[in-house]
Nanobody, 124 residues
Framework: QVQLVESGGGSVQSGGSLRLSCAAS????????VGWFRQTPGKEREFVAG????????DYHDFVKARFTISRDNAKNTVYLQMNSLKPEDTAVYYC?????????????????WGQGTQVTVSS
């Protein structure tokens, strides 16, 4: 089993930056993938970015464009989401998730483990 702990959320003004961290512990697999999702009241949980742990291959949702960057630190068993040029519409609870087997998926239902989430608030 995998345990995930997110951190780095907070409040920032439009145009600001935040760096989210997802620290993983417990049983891990060489084939697993890590994804970042976000959820706002009234909206479905949506994919933000994902990364394959072994290959480093990444995937980003179109609404992120070039503003966000997902990366991993093998030594720390941690995945990061660097968020720049934040917009009010980025306001949401951000979740880190792990998929036991396979490539990063944009479907949240395919992930096996989830963190508790971290709040990101962007004011105009």
């Amino acid at each position: 089993q995998v345990q995930l702990v997110e951190s780095g959320g907070g409040s920032v003004q439009s145009g600001g930056s935040l760096r989210l961290s997802c620290a993983a512990s417990g049983r891990t697999f060489s084939t697993f993938a890590v994804g970042w999702f976000r959820q706002t009241p009234g909206k479905e949980r949506e994919f933000v970015a994902g990364i394959s742990w072994s290959s480093g291959s990444t995937d980003y949702h179109d609404f992120v464009k070039a503003r966000f960057t997902i990366s991993r630190d093998n030594a720390k068993n941690t995945v990061y989401l660097q968020m720049n040029s934040l917009k009010p519409e980025d306001t949401a609870v951000y979740y880190c998730a792990v998929r036991r087997l396979g490539w990063p998926s944009r479907q949240w239902t395919l992930y096996d483990y989830w963190g508790q989430g971290t709040q990101v608030t962007v004011s105009s």
